[in-house]
């Protein structure tokens, strides 16, 4: 089963806004057995908006609509969707008490305009919006089915999730979808498909091994349809392990989860602390860390020591350090995360001291440089590593080889 995805909207096109919908929809609509052929943006113009119907209908069986459903002059979807399918206006009830009641909790006036919210085309069923004054409208046209609804993010998911999915479920006989993911890091993914390139060939054609790769990581997803549930686990889960245990030592988790929280989940099932010391990062790591919730658990802090004054002041490195290897250095970051791990009386720490860019090179340091440390009661130890001259890219590079090193100390001290 295919479905394409429509997003409406000049904001998405010239770049206001980012389109964060269509990414969950598509997911959501896989975990049902849904499978999106297409997304498309297309800006508020109604033949642009009709020819993308068109094509998706040519497409896909299930066509999902998002934004241009408020009610001034430029929010045109729901009359380019009524002049599609050749239907005039009917004004519904409910919805139009559910507009008034909204209106009359925030005690503001109500103007025709709002009013004219309640007004569907009349060969739609309204899908309720509890959440907003646009109902969304689902058409069975054409042997197809589309669905319109609003491009306000949360009011979109909820009417997805208590209306749209359970109708699809309903509606189309799906089948099973299973997908199992293997995150792993320290190892590049072309040789990853080199280790794993005859279980990649035995795998029947149901089956799909799709490689992602992220700045230092690489997820392996294997995917599946079926309509034997069961066994569509079970031999996906069976690949699953054969890949696992053929690249073992660079395997972090095997689920689709971040690589932080997979550190994180390792150091809180064995009851370890962490702290940081970061200063090209600017404090990058400890914000991946402490996105989760449960963080608490497990990291305790750290410190964002850009200047040399606050690395000495706060961590304890020593000047001497500074004046005679610099800031980025092996002495000095092992001094950072000693310092660290000292100060904040945790069991682990890890430092970042490098050049992000996109200036501050030098010939025997040129931008991209970045040193890591990893400090523990085994010890500390250090790694250079030599990263681009993209400021951000170096940036994230760093969290995750940082989160990487500490990976790999954790599973020697276990």
């Given at each position: 089963?295919?479905?394409?995805?429509?997003?409406?909207?000049?904001?998405?096109?010239?770049?206001?806004?980012v389109?964060t919908n269509?990414?969950?929809?598509?997911?959501t609509l896989n975990n049902?057995?849904?499978?999106?052929?297409?997304?498309?943006?297309?800006s508020?113009?109604?033949?642009h908006?009709?020819?993308?119907?068109?094509?998706?209908?040519s497409?896909?069986?299930?066509?999902?609509?998002?934004?241009g459903l408020?009610?001034?002059k430029?929010?045109i979807?729901?009359r380019?969707?009524?002049?599609?399918f050749?239907?005039?206006?009917?004004r519904d009830e409910?919805?139009?008490?559910?507009?008034?009641a909204?209106?009359q909790r925030a005690?503001r006036?109500?103007?025709?305009l709002n009013?004219m919210?309640?007004d569907?085309p009349?060969?739609?069923?309204?899908v309720?919006n509890?959440n907003g004054?646009?109902?969304g409208m689902w058409?069975?046209?054409?042997?197809?089915?589309?669905?319109?609804m609003?491009?306000?993010?949360y009011?979109?998911m909820?009417?997805m999730e208590?209306?749209?999915?359970p109708?699809?479920?309903?509606?189309?006989?799906?089948?099973?979808i299973?997908?199992?993911?293997i995150?792993t890091a320290?190892?590049g993914?072309s040789f990853?498909?080199l280790?794993?390139?005859?279980?990649e060939?035995?795998l029947?054609?149901?089956i799909?091994?799709?490689y992602l790769p992220?700045?230092?990581q690489?997820r392996?997803?294997?995917?599946?349809?079926?309509?034997?549930?069961?066994?569509?686990h079970?031999?996906?889960d069976r690949?699953s392990?054969?890949?696992a245990?053929e690249v073992r030592?660079f395997?972090?988790?095997e689920?689709d989860?971040?690589?932080?929280?997979?550190v994180s989940d390792?150091?809180?099932?064995?009851n370890?602390?962490?702290?940081?010391?970061?200063?090209?990062?600017?404090?990058?790591i400890?914000h991946l860390l402490?996105?989760h919730?449960?963080?608490s658990?497990?990291?305790s802090g750290g410190?964002v020591t850009?200047?040399?004054d606050?690395k000495m002041?706060v961590?304890g490195v020593q000047?001497?350090t500074l004046?005679e290897?610099?800031?980025v250095?092996?002495?000095t970051?092992?001094?950072?995360?000693?310092?660290?791990?000292?100060?904040?009386?945790t069991?682990?720490a890890?430092?970042v001291?490098g050049i992000?860019?996109?200036?501050?090179?030098?010939p025997d340091?040129?931008?991209?440089?970045?040193?890591?440390?990893v400090?523990s009661r085994?010890g500390?130890?250090a790694?250079?590593?030599n990263?681009?001259?993209?400021?951000?890219?170096?940036?994230?590079r760093?969290?995750?080889?940082a989160?990487?090193?500490l990976?790999?100390?954790?599973?020697?001290?276990?």
């Open positions: 089963m295919l479905a394409e995805i429509i997003t409406i909207g000049d904001e998405i096109l010239i770049g206001q806004i389109d269509s990414a969950w929809m598509a997911q049902i057995g849904i499978r999106v052929k297409q997304i498309s943006s297309v508020d113009d109604e033949q908006i009709l020819d993308a119907l068109k094509l998706a209908e497409r896909a069986e299930v066509i999902l609509i998002t934004g408020g009610p001034t430029d929010d979807t729901k380019t969707l009524a002049k599609y050749n239907m005039g206006f009917r409910e919805t139009l008490e559910q507009v008034s909204i209106f005690n006036p109500m103007i025709e009013r919210q309640a569907v009349d060969g739609c069923v309204v309720p509890r004054t646009a109902p058409f069975n046209e054409h042997g197809k089915i589309f669905v319109s609003p491009g306000v993010p009011e979109m909820y009417m208590e209306e749209v999915l109708r699809l479920k309903a509606a189309l006989n799906l089948p099973f299973y997908h199992k993911t995150l320290g190892i993914e990853l498909a280790r794993i390139a005859e279980i060939a035995a029947p054609e149901y799909k091994l799709a992220k700045l230092g690489v392996l997803r294997l995917s599946g349809s079926s309509r034997d549930e069961a066994q569509l079970t031999d996906i690949y392990r054969m890949i245990d030592e395997v972090v988790v689920d989860i971040p690589l932080e929280k997979a390792i150091m809180k099932s064995r370890l602390s962490l702290s940081t010391a970061e200063s090209c990062t600017g404090g990058y400890a402490t996105k919730p449960g963080s658990a497990v990291f410190a850009y200047a040399n606050l002041a961590l000047a001497s004046m290897f610099g800031a250095s092996e002495q970051v092992k001094e950072m995360a000693s310092g660290a791990l000292q100060n904040f009386k069991d682990y890890i430092s001291s992000a860019g996109p200036d501050g090179g030098t340091k040129p931008v991209g440089t970045v040193w890591i440390a400090a085994h500390v130890e790694r250079k590593f990263f681009g001259n993209k400021r951000t890219q170096n940036i994230e760093a969290a995750a080889s989160l990487t090193l990976l790999s100390r954790l599973k020697l001290d276990q």
